[in-house]
């Protein structure tokens, strides 16, 4: 048989848009390929993608299933909205003489076939349907067979020669299912794919993918997180900040209060990140959603990802301060989505922000609070280089972030969770104070990378109409500790008649 020209050029997708992000634009032609995982880490899944995004750009495929029977591999096809149509599933089953019940057998595994029986069959189905991409699932079978590492390796190579003849790309599958990590296929392969499954104490499982190798190309390397969805994987490539810049332009943004643009030296940065810092019930959520309203009011759109607080209850709530947040979700000025990170993996969160920027031009983000997104994910020991990235990556695509992160305690030293005040572009720090017998709220600007500020303390009220932001408090000290000494005439404080 002669050598059989690819269907086309380039390379050959996977089917799956965030794989071959990873992959650099899919798999070379006319290669061996390895995609190993336990079970249930998506395998056959992938492998199904790959057919099926082969079968549609006109190309011949092939599934050829060691393990699992053509009913059961269209049955999940099914479970994903796919008949694979065009895609030939061959069933390697073991040839009739071996079920003659002379063979004194009463069950058959695979292991009862001969390799070489079982290698002529898989070639016969090459040299018959001359396909452009194969799938074989799955090398553990072909393990059993060889019962030896050396044999095996020298059917893996001989697997590799005949499609490197025949112009085929081909998808190696792998269970893991042997006691000792076999590296043999790694060495042989032209690419290696590896998908993992994480159990955590508590919420869904999280599923990574890896490419462990690809020769002569270069990858995007690390783990990446994805999903199992019906309709196939969703693959999340790690966010690297540095491969986004865009041009705009640094001017202010304005929350619509004067006092708090004041504080704030005229108001937040366009592509900049403010961190709103502060104990429960100071109005961290409610301060960054006068940012969300000022957006709306310029014509901009926003996105709000909620992580504590039910989106009902704060509909609700906001819309006792004149902020009408479903009035604006039907105008298509805000995005509002409630986040449940018990199920979501920092890939998949980040992959949201992304579609907001990218798709939908949205370039204010509220993220309330950090708090729940660190809670709801205990294991993830490198959330805060996940936090960086994301802050750089809107930071240069001229988003305007408001962090939320809520501080343990009411006065006196508080202290936070995540510390985020060093990645932020600005902190804004909100405190309680007892004075004149009722307990008050006060706020301070202690960073901005962007401009000046004010060095001042100022006292806030949230009111039946609002939030409101009074004068500098000068006549107190101590404010920021929870218990001021009062140092001057007249109290200054919003309220009093004789300040």
């Known amino acids: 048989m002669t050598n059989k020209a690819p269907a086309e050029s380039g390379d050959a997708s996977t089917g799956i848009a965030g794989l071959d992000d990873i992959l650099s634009g899919g798999l070379a ?51 994903h909205g796919w008949d694979l149509g065009g895609v030939e599933v061959f069933e390697l089953v073991p040839p009739e003489s071996l079920l003659d019940e002379q063979q004194q057998q009463s069950l058959l595994y695979s292991s009862d076939l001969e390799l070489g029986e079982t290698t002529r069959m898989i070639f016969e189905a090459v040299e018959r349907l001359t396909p452009d991409r194969v799938v074989i699932d799955s090398l553990s079978e072909i393990r059993l067979l060889a019962q030896s590492s050396l044999r095996y390796r020298r059917q893996v190579l001989a697997l590799k020669h005949y499609f490197a003849k025949h112009g085929a790309t081909v998808l190696l599958l792998d269970d893991l299912t042997t006691e000792n990590l076999d590296k043999t296929v790694h060495s042989v392969a032209h690419g290696v794919i590896r998908l993992e499954e994480l159990a955590p104490e508590y919420g869904a499982e999280r599923r990574r993918v890896r490419v462990i190798k690809y020769r002569g190309r270069k990858c995007r390397g690390g783990f990446h997180d994805f999903t199992i969805r019906t309709g196939g994987l969703e693959v999340y490539p790690r966010l690297v900040s540095s491969e986004h810049k865009s041009d705009f332009s640094r001017e202010p943004q304005s929350s619509g209060l004067p006092g708090l643009d004041a504080i704030m030296g005229g108001g937040v940065e366009r592509g900049s990140s403010c961190l709103i810092l502060g104990p429960a ?219």
């Open 29 to 79: 032609r006319d290669r061996v390929y390895l995609l190993e995982g336990s079970p249930g880490t998506g395998k056959t899944t992938t492998a199904m993608s790959f057919l099926q995004a082969g079968a549609e750009a006109g190309e011949k495929t092939l599934y050829i299933t060691l393990s699992e029977t053509e009913a059961e591999l269209r049955d999940t096809a099914q479970s």
């Open 281 to 499: 019930g100071t109005g961290k959520s409610l301060m960054a959603l006068y940012f969300v309203l000022a957006a709306a009011q310029r014509g901009e759109r926003a996105a709000f990802f909620a992580f504590d607080e039910e989106l009902g209850l704060l509909i609700a709530r906001t819309k006792a301060f004149g902020i009408d947040i479903e009035a604006m979700v039907a105008a298509g000025q805000l995005l509002l989505q409630q986040v449940d990170a018990a199920e979501l993996s920092p890939g998949e969160f980040t992959a949201r922000v992304r579609h907001c920027v990218d798709a939908m031009g949205i370039k204010t983000v509220v993220i309330d609070s950090l708090n729940g997104y660190q809670a709801a994910m205990p294991e993830e020991n490198f959330l805060i280089l996940h936090i960086h990235e994301l802050l750089q990556y809107l930071n240069r695509q001229g988003a305007t972030t408001f962090l939320t992160v809520a501080q343990h305690g009411l006065v006196g030293e508080m202290k936070a969770p995540v510390d985020v005040t060093y990645l932020a572009d600005t902190v804004l720090l909100l405190r309680y104070f007892e004075a004149t017998g009722q307990v008050r709220r006060a706020m301070s600007v202690i960073k901005k990378r962007s401009g000046k500020h004010e060095k001042t303390i100022r006292e806030f009220e949230i009111a039946d109409t609002g939030l409101s932001v009074g004068p500098p408090l000068h006549n107190f000290q101590g404010v920021l500790r929870g218990v001021p000494n009062f140092v001057g005439q007249g109290s200054g404080l919003m309220g009093d008649a004789s300040a």
